[in-house]
C-alpha cells in the first residue's frame, strides 16, 4: 500500500504542491485528474524519486521512501510510465525492454517478463529489432509502459499515458492498463481525460492548484456537478 | 614522389590513431554525461608524465605502464568527478555544457602551472632502448613504436566497443547517454555511470599521452593543442561512433602529414579546415546520424 502523507514539493523556490495526501490500497487503480499545471505529473515524479518532498512523507508497505533515490525504488517495486517516454531511441524495441529488466532480482525472470509483454502488445514482438526512436508514438508508449512492466512492478504510476495517442491505440493501452491491473498490479493513473481516467479507475483525487481539493470514489466523482462543470462539460 | 606520399601516410595514420584515440575518449565523456572538457589534453598530457616518471625512476617499459597509467587517471578522474563535476552533472543538459565549459576550462588554465612545478618547462620525451627501431614493409619503414602505438589503439577502442554492448554495465552507459532520466527509471544508478565513465575517459587520456610521450614529446602546455585536436576529430566523425571517431582521427592524420610535404608548416591549418567545411555542409560529422 502507498500512502502519500501531507507532503510539500518544490520546484526551485516555487512550490508546485501543499499538503498533499494519497493513497493507493494494494490492486487498485487510482487516478490523478485535474487541468494543465495542477501538479500531478509533478506528485508521480516524486513518488518515483526523481523530486523530493520538503516536507511529509512517503510511504511504501510500511517503509519511508522519500528519501531513497530514483534507482532504487525499482527493487521496491514501484516503476514510472513518465510522460516524455524517456525511452533509449537509438536502442532497439527488445534493447528497450530488456533495460526495463536491469536491476538483478527481475533479470532472473527476464524471459517470462518478455513474453508477457508480447502477449499484451503483440506488435512489438514485430518490430523487436527496429530502432525505437523510429517507433510512432503509440508504439513507443507500448514499449515505454512495457519497459516499466518488465520489472515486475508492484505499483505502477502511469503518467498521461493517453497524451497525443489515437483513440483507437488509447483503447489498447488501457486494456493493457486493466489487464496488468488483474493480475494484481495497483496503477497510480494521472489522466487530464476525465472521463477516461473515472471510468478505468477505482477511486480518483482531483488536483487543481498543487492541491487535493475533492477525492472519493470514481463512479461517485463522475456524478459530482463541479467536476461535471469543470472537466467534464456540463450538458 | 609516391614513395614519400606512402612514407608520409604511414606516419600520418601512427598520429591519426592517437588522434582517434583522444577523441574517442572526450566523446564518450561528452556522448554519456554531456559535459564538455576542455581540460581533456592536460589529462593526455598528465598520462605521458607518469608513464615518463615509470620509465625513469623504476624502468617501467612505457607499453607495460599503460595499465597502471590507466588506473591512476580513472582514480584522478574519480576524484575530479566527485568534488568537482557531481554537482554540474545533476544539472539540466544545457546548463551542464555551460558550467562545464567554464570548470574545465579554469582546470585547463591551472594544470599548466602545476605540471610545470612538478616536471619543469622542459620538453620531455618518453624513450625506451627500442625508440629508433623500425620495420621494413616492402620499401617502406615503420618505426617499432608506431607500430606498436598503432595496435594498443585499436585494441582499445575494440575493447571498449565490446564493454559497452556486451556487458550490462557498458548497456547501461549507453542508456545513459540516450535517457538519464530513462536510465534512473530502470534503476541505474546514474551518478555511479557519470563517475566510472569519466574514469574511464580520463584512463583513455592517459593511454594516449603515454603514447604521444613515446612519439612525439610532452611539455606542460601543450594539452590544449591535443584537446583541439580532439574536437576537431570528435566533430569531424559525428557524436557517438568510436570507430568512426578512430577513422576521422586517422583521416586528419594522413591529411596533415601529407600536408606537410606541400604546405610545410602550415599543415595544421588543414585540420581547421575540415572542422569549418564539416560544420558548414555536414554538421552531423562524417559518421554521426542526421
Known sequence: MLEIKNIDVYHGDIQAIWDLEVTVQDGEIVALVGANGAGKTTIVETIAGLLKPAEGSIIWDSVCINKLPANKLVDFGISLVPEDKSLFADMSVLENLEMGAFRSASRKQKEKSLEYVYELFPVLKDRAHQRVGTLSGGEQQMVCMGRSLMSKPNLMLLDEPSLGLSPLMVKIIYQALKQANKLGMSILLVEQNVRLALETSNRAYIIENGRCINCGNSSTLLDDEHIKEAYLGKI | ?290
Not at chain 2, 614513395?3 to 601512427?14: A, C, D, E, H, R
Not at chain 2, 598530457?45 to 588506473?71: E, K, N, Q, R
Not at chain 2, 599548466?112 to 627501431?133: C, E, K, L, M, N
Not at chain 2, 583513455?204 to 576537431?232: C, D, E
Request: charged share 10%; net charge positive; with cysteine.
Open chain 2, 1 to 290: 614522389m609516391l614513395n614519400l606520399l606512402v612514407q608520409s601516410s604511414i606516419n600520418g595514420i601512427s598520429i591519426g590513431t592517437l588522434y582517434g584515440l583522444v577523441a574517442v575518449g572526450l566523446s564518450l565523456i561528452f556522448g554519456v554525461m554531456k559535459v564538455l572538457n576542455v581540460a581533456y589534453g592536460e589529462f593526455v598530457v598528465l598520462g605521458g608524465y607518469i608513464s615518463f616518471w615509470l620509465l625513469t625512476f623504476f624502468h617501467i617499459d612505457p607499453f607495460l605502464s599503460i595499465p597502471l597509467v590507466a588506473i591512476l587517471l580513472f582514480i584522478v578522474g574519480s576524484i575530479l568527478y566527485k568534488t568537482i563535476l557531481a554537482n554540474v552533472s545533476s544539472m539540466q543538459e544545457d546548463l551542464r555544457l555551460k558550467n562545464s565549459l567554464l570548470i574545465t576550462f579554469g582546470l585547463s588554465l591551472m594544470t599548466p602551472q602545476i605540471f610545470t612545478a612538478v616536471w619543469t618547462a622542459d620538453v620531455r620525451s618518453i624513450t625506451p632502448a627500442y625508440s629508433g627501431t623500425s620495420l621494413a614493409i616492402f620499401d617502406y619503414r615503420i618505426g617499432f613504436i608506431p607500430l606498436l602505438s598503432i595496435i594498443t589503439c585499436l585494441i582499445i577502442v575494440f575493447a571498449l566497443q565490446l564493454f559497452l554492448n556486451k556487458t550490462y554495465f557498458g548497456k547501461s552507459v549507453v542508456a545513459t547517454s540516450q535517457s538519464w532520466k530513462g536510465a534512473r527509471i530502470v534503476g541505474i544508478n546514474v551518478d555511479r555511470t557519470y563517475l566510472i565513465t569519466f574514469g574511464i575517459g580520463l584512463a583513455i587520456a592517459g593511454i594516449a599521452g603515454v603514447m604521444i610521450g613515446l612519439i612525439q614529446s610532452l611539455t606542460p602546455v601543450v594539452g590544449m593543442h591535443w584537446t583541439l585536436k580532439a574536437l576537431i576529430v570528435v566533430v569531424l566523425a559525428g557524436m557517438g561512433n568510436l570507430w568512426g571517431a578512430l577513422i576521422a582521427g586517422i583521416i586528419l592524420g594522413i591529411a596533415e602529414a601529407v600536408g606537410v610535404i606541400y604546405m610545410g608548416q602550415y599543415a595544421s591549418v588543414i585540420g581547421l579546415v575540415f572542422f569549418l567545411l564539416i560544420l558548414m555542409f555536414r554538421p552531423q560529422g562524417l559518421f554521426g546520424k542526421s
